[in-house]
Every structure is written in structure tokens, then in C-alpha cells.
């Protein structure tokens, strides 16, 4: 048996007409037919996850985004101060450093490194320049 193409959703009612669930998908023999076994959410399933959705609160937990440890400035993209035991200690930042490509793309402003780590990234590639000399750092989270 395998889960049927057509897509079979919609309130599942009792014999008085009373919502008790909703339809998710029927397991047909074939594959193609719209008869087999039905699967449904409950109703009380339904009712508590559109409660919870309507206040915010749909359970799903968001990580917090990969910290690099550093201070930079945001007019110059220096690194001001870089937190001991951090990432950016760990890989060799230094205050001093100026911060000129994520990725290959060039910073003008610290909210794009920001933004970027917002997204959760496994690694990143750091463009830096020391002493009047680019650099390239790989960041693994």
C-alpha cells in the first residue's frame, strides 16, 4: 500500500454532523485511489495547535544564532575586543582587525554579519585585513 496522490483534506464529521478531526491522507492499495485506510488530525489536536499559533506560541523553539565573540565598530568594521574562549579567539582574531568580506562579498556595515549569522550558518569565510595585509579566516559553528 502506498499514500494516495490526490490530496483528501477536510473536516472529518461524525454521524450528527459534529467536527472531530481533520482529513490528512487515505493509504490506497494502488497509490492513485481515494479509497484505502484515512488518516486524520483530532479535533482537539486542531483546536489546541490554531490556539497556540494565534498567541505565538506554535512550540517550535529557535536557536540562537552563532556568536562570534567580537566587538566591532561599526563606522570602520574593526574589531574592537574579542571575547576569550570565543570563536573568534579560537580562529585568530584580533582586535585591530578590520572586517572587509563575508563570504567573498564585502561588508560595509557590521548588521550584515549580523544578519548573516541570524540564518544559522554551519561556516562563514572572513576577509580581513592585519597590519596592511588580507586574510581569509573559516569560521565552523
Known amino acids: 500500500m502506498r499514500p494516495s496522490t490526490p490530496a483528501i483534506r ?13 482529513n490528512k491522507a487515505i493509504l490506497s492499495p494502488n497509490g492513485r485511489d481515494r479509497t484505502g485506510i484515512g488518516f486524520a488530525t483530532s479535533v482537539g489536536a486542531v ?7 494565534n498567541s505565538g506560541d ?10 562570534l565573540g567580537v566587538t566591532v565598530n561599526s563606522r570602520t568594521l574593526t574589531i574592537e575586543d574579542v571575547a ?12 585591530g582587525d578590520r572586517l572587509v568580506a563575508l563570504n567573498g562579498r564585502p561588508l560595509s556595515d557590521p548588521r550584515q554579519l549580523q544578519e548573516y ?6 561556516a562563514l569565510v572572513l576577509t580581513i585585513s ?3 595585509r588580507l586574510g581569509s579566516v573559516r569560521v565552523v559553528f
Not at 483546536?47 to 499559533?53: E, G, I, K, V
Not at 576569550?84 to 582586535?95: K, N, Q
Not at 549569522?117 to 554551519?122: K, R, V
Open 84 to 95: 576569550v574562549d570565543s570563536i573568534a579567539s579560537r580562529v585568530g582574531l584580533r582586535p
Open 130 to 132: 592585519r597590519n596592511q
Open 117 to 122: 549569522l541570524n540564518e544559522q550558518p554551519e
Open 47 to 53: 483546536q489546541t495547535f490554531l490556539a497556540r499559533a
Open 10 to 22: 477536510g473536516a472529518l464529521l461524525n454521524s450528527d454532523g459534529e467536527l472531530i478531526g481533520v
Open 58 to 67: 506554535t512550540g517550535v523553539v529557535a536557536k540562537d544564532p552563532p556568536k
